[in-house]
Nanobody, 123 residues
Framework: QVQLVESGGGLVQAGGSLRLSCAAS????????MGWFRQAPGKEREFVAA????????YYADSVKGRFTISRDNAKNTVYLQMNGLKPEDTAVYYC????????????????WGQGTQVTVSS
């Protein structure tokens, strides 16, 4: 069972950047599709980005396309989310998740989740 630990969250001004990291405990990390999701106060959790096991394919929510970049380093069992051009509406708890299915933004297909890291963007 893979365990996921996010880091890199914090407080940033609008227009700034942050890079989130998610470290996986399991050597089978390379077999998982990895995704990032977020949940703002009072809102449902939503898909942000996903990356295939080989990093050959990525998928983004329209709201972050062109601003966020997902990547992974299989040698380090780590997936990243580079966030540029941050907006106040990006404020949320960001969760890393692992899926044994195909590249997707469906939460139900992700069986493993981290505890989340807070990102706050001030205006």
């Amino acid at each position: 069972q893979v365990q996921l630990v996010e880091s890199g969250g914090g407080l940033v001004q609008a227009g700034g950047s942050l890079r989130l990291s998610c470290a996986a405990s399991d050597r089978t990390f390379t077999s998982y599709v990895m995704g990032w999701f977020r949940q703002a106060p009072g809102k449902e959790r939503e898909f942000v980005a996903a990356i295939s096991w080989s990093a050959g394919s990525t998928y983004y929510a329209d709201s972050v396309k062109g601003r966020f970049t997902i990547s992974r380093d299989n040698a380090k069992n780590t997936v990243y989310l580079q966030m540029n051009g941050l907006k106040p509406e990006d404020t949320a708890v960001y969760y890393c998740a692992a899926s044994s299915w195909f590249l997707s933004g469906k939460m139900s297909e992700y069986g493993y989740w981290g505890q989340g890291t807070q990102v706050t963007v001030s205006s």
